[in-house]
């Protein structure tokens, strides 16, 4: 008889958590030449006129800006920009090394992204790949597959809605009637205990502080590299804010190399999980 394996799930913010900045950063920005200062910018201010989701203004801005200087906005294209992100370190060998260890504690782990950034960025790097469903912001396309409204706007307060999603087991973003359906505990796919956030900063607090609340774990990460400017604190010393607030469990660098720190804490949890099974097994 095969062995059952244990459900386990790990979400990941994407800007600031896998890769360093925001994805726009990286080659669209750059493409329709526009600063990521000015263009953030112009964001703020567009939102606060019109009352606007910020979600909404930069996606709208990215289309109006990009049909100004005559830049695809096809999907294909918003792929193509994907696959220029550059990501923090070990992230690339992350996915199979942490697979393979929970494999060996007869954990299934899953991977899965919560992101206010371009679903069809996402999908355009090498990772999409490692992940079970990509729940991010994303544009509708016409017949020839250019970008013409906003399908989908991940803010930072709706993100929680995807983590019940995920405890679920429902893979898509529009289906309402069976995300409001009860369920027993016991029967959804992936249990709250057995769920890892990793998140960089204030937006990720309500996620955060969901998966604390329901016995899960929350991790903060930060890119070392980045100091404190006249108008911000560190991203460490952020990071080190959503502590002391109880909103995280842990503060580290988003260095996903084997040994760091992160390394470190997310196998302690599989290990972790393993056990409490293992003890409810012998209660029983």
Known sequence: MAKTMIPMAIAYDF???????????????????????????????????????????YMHLMLKH??????????????RHGAEIEFFPGVK????????????????????????????????TPLAKEFT????????YDQDQVARWPALAVNYTNKTQYLFRINKGI???HDNDTINKFVLEEDRPVPFTNMVYIGDGETDVPSMKMVKYKGGHAIAVYDPKKRKTANQPSPKAMAQKL??????DYAV????????????????????????????ALQK
């Open 15 to 57: 800007d600031g958590t896998l890769a360093a900045g925001n994805m726009q950063e990286h080659s669209f920005l750059p493409e329709i030449g526009i600063k990521p200062k000015k263009f953030w910018a112009e964001v703020r201010k567009c939102a606060a006129e019109n009352d606007m989701d910020p979600i909404l203004a």
């Open 66 to 79: 990009a049909q100004a200087k005559d830049v695809s906005i096809r999907r294909s294209s918003f792929v």
């Open 93 to 124: 060998k992350w996915f199979k090394r942490i697979n393979g260890f929970a494999n060996k504690h007869g954990i299934e782990l899953q991977h899965y992204i919560i992101s206010s950034g371009l679903r069809e960025l996402v999908e355009g």
């Open 133 to 140: 469903y990509i729940f991010a912001s994303g544009f509708m």
């Open 171 to 173: 893979l898509n973003s």
């Open 243 to 248: 502590i002391a607030e109880d909103r995280a």
């Open 253 to 280: 660098a988003a260095d996903y190399n084997q040994g760091q720190k992160l390394d470190q804490i997310v196998k302690s949890i599989i290990e972790s999980t393993a056990l409490n099974y293992k003890l409810k």
